[in-house]
């Protein structure tokens, strides 16, 4: 789970990690209102949403007065800001955060994520911030410096200050990079985070080191115990296709295409997209109904796949292990009565009970096109997309 800017830098503030003063707003009345409370006569005016590469698509702005400010909240507040994070879908801009700007001398990375390779929380710093770590692992590979923090001692002093001396920073700096350093690491390691990125990890004129930007994200299988995180979640910010799944306990991945995925089984559902995209399709899902799966959640997982506009046809593959293939076909047959299938549906069944779960489908007297294999299957839809698409546009 992603949380905004603002909420990162809150959490990071109380582990001493310096911020910008900021504040929160909703409007253009109130983001002229905190720039007054802020003082000065330079703001930054910032997009929350939950993604990066916001300066780029004109979600972070730089004020020189109130009527500036008001300009760029005016701007910002109720778009949809695409970045090349978000994908073509965009996400709503409902919040703003007004901070005041700092004289920036040098900008750096700091990254903090979990190497499943060492099984160890990994630092990832580098003195070439600004840009996306992508990019400076292409332009500057050198300049990146790794460190794996030990589980049982946490990060320690010496580590940290080897890090910072391995920025090239000053010594005057080294103390409050230390301090940074161990300061991001705790706020990660006491909330269970997955990522956390400061970018940039800025050093100013007058000699300090502030966290400009903070994004963090958490194990959604931790937040039982983090409730205080749960709490920030921002559904707005979640692709609707995926919040309307997982609210129904389905597993369900939002992409691109227009074939609508249903499959029992992460695996077979992973070779289903491949097998698609092979006979010259999109997977508009990835969604995995699970095993042992009632004629009420088949129901279901039409009902997600459906939420999804671009979807233009529907191609169930079920290999039924502990499922049976008869209740995935009354699933199906619920699903094309009580939910409406407006789109060509294929459907191929193999496993238990499959000579029952053809005949019902074949006795209903309802139009689903069947496949015998997976290579089939995928072929047929493709084609039966092909045709609905001709016909629709
Ligand atoms: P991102 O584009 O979503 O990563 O948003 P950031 O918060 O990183 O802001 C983008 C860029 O705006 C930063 O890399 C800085 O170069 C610039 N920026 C942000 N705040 C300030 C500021 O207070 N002063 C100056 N000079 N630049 C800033
Ligand atoms: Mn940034």
Redesign the pocket.
Known sequence: MDIH?YQAKELLSRYSVHI?RGGLAYSPEQATYRASEIGGD?W?V?AQIH???????G??R?CKSDSEVSEAAEYMLGRKLV?HQTGPRGKLVSRLYI??????RQ?LYLGIVLDRKSERVMIVASAS??MEIEEIAEKQPDSIIRAIVDPGAGMQEFQAREIAFGLGLENSLIGKAADTLIGCYRVFRDFDAAMLEI??L?VTRDNNLIA??A?MSFDENALYRRPEISELRDKSQEDPRETFASDRGLSYVGLDGNIGCIINGAGLAMATMDMIKIAGGMPANFLDIGGGASPERVAKAFRAVLADDNVETILVNIFAGINRCDWVAEGVLKAIREVGVHVPLVVRLAGTNVEEGRRILADSGEKVIVAETLAEAAEKSVEAMRTFAERKH
């Open positions: 800017e910008p330079r930054v910032k993604s990066g590469a916001r300066g780029k698509a979600g972070v730089i970045t901070e005041e700007t700092v004289d920036i900008e911030g600004g970018n940039p800025v400009l930007d994004k």
